[in-house]
């Protein structure tokens, strides 16, 4: 097939620092490159891929500190672009979230769009109730609660993957325990450290501050740091994650927000780590309970369940990643999509 990849341009594609979607972006374009496909990548043009790439800007938005306007200029070139060559497509997959929204209509090309985020905030639903005939792919089931009333198509669910080989399984742990992601309230980090206080054991953060989070870090978490069982490691990029996450004994998610996803849970796994999480939003439907990690609700429960971790199998966390979680069976669920998407048009 024919296919056109459409990325956020706010990071590279994959990104050089923190950036799921971009990275799943990443993996689902190679992947399907290798399995035969020919993709056309639309992003950055600091980006690295197997496709072929569109450069839409010069450097992700993010990273460039020219960029002024963040959002708009940039994104509607990118549409414009794809959507003027949307006959050169058998299928346009977009990740821009609603942005590419009002093309559907607009073009015969079967197109389908990958939500990344969350759903359940009220200035959403108008949006997803106008065009609730769009074809959409929920990256957990749990992501689509917000919008059940709206009768919105949803084309499907795929849950992300990772290249299992870009992973290397840590069969034995250093001692410490992990906190990746962003330094943001709903990530509870304050809890994280809590939580290695009341165990004993060392805790390493790599983790990045937005803007929007600045405040948050300044007057609640930074303050946290100043302790010798707490080591602040800033962000990483994906060179170091598997080394990071394989020598952990846990990863910490102690999350309080309805993730859509979670990537960090699986990238965790796919190194042998199991997870402590709170069963928010996906992480039920990621974390099989007793078996790749364990969920709980309060930090009473999750101290106790770090205590018991030695009943966790770390092969059998990498061995249920190569069977849930890689980036050839996250292909392989698109391309059955794609296939419907464009028989229907087809027949229509």
């Known amino acids: 097939m024919r296919i056109a990849q459409v990325a956020p341009l706010f990071e590279s594609v994959p990104p050089q620092l923190y950036g799921g979607t971009e990275r799943i972006v990443s993996y689902v374009t190679d992947e399907l490159v ?100 769009v074809p959409l792919v929920s990256i957990s089931d749990a992501q689509r609660a917000p919008l059940d009333q709206l009768g919105v198509r949803w084309a499907g669910t795929v849950y992300h993957g990772l290249p299992v080989e870009r ?62 069982l707490v080591e602040f490691l800033g962000e990483i990029g994906d060179d170091q994650k598997s080394a990071f996450l394989g020598g952990a004994k846990a990863l910490l998610f102690p999350i309080d927000w309805p993730e859509p996803f979670g990537l960090v849970m699986i990238e965790a796994m796919a190194c042998g780590t199991p997870v402590v999480a709170r069963p928010c939003g996906s992480v039920p439907e990621v974390i099989d309970h007793g078996r790749t990690g364990f969920l709980a609700s309060t930090l009473v429960e999750l101290t106790e369940a770090v205590k018991r971790l030695d009943e966790i199998d770390r092969a059998e966390c990498r061995r249920q990643f190569e069977l849930r979680f890689s980036a050839g069976r996250m292909a392989q669920d698109y391309e059955r999509i794609y296939g419907r998407l464009a028989s229907r048009r087809r027949a229509a």
């Open 34 to 133: 290798r399995r035969g496909h020919e993709v056309t990548l639309f992003a950055s043009g600091d980006s690295r891929t197997t496709a072929r790439l569109v450069p839409v800007v010069e450097r992700a938005t993010r990273l460039d500190a020219a960029t002024h306007d963040l959002l708009g200029s940039e994104f509607i070139r990118e549409l414009g672009l794809v959507f003027s060559h949307a006959s050169d497509f058998d299928v346009i997959h977009c990740h821009v979230d609603y942005l590419a929204f009002p093309f559907h209509d607009l073009t015969p090309t079967p197109t389908v769009h990958t939500i990344h985020g969350r759903l359940d905030l009220p200035h959403l639903l108008p949006v997803y109730r106008q065009f609730r005939t």
């Open 167 to 228: 992973y290397a399984f840590a069969p034995e742990d250093q001692g410490y325990l992990a906190f990746l992601g962003r330094l943001a309230p709903e990530k509870q980090p304050e809890l994280a450290i809590e939580i290695a206080r009341r165990v004993g054991l060392p805790l390493k953060i790599a983790a990045k501050v937005d803007a929007v989070d600045q405040e948050y870090f300044d007057q609640v978490v930074a303050p946290l740091l100043d302790d010798p």
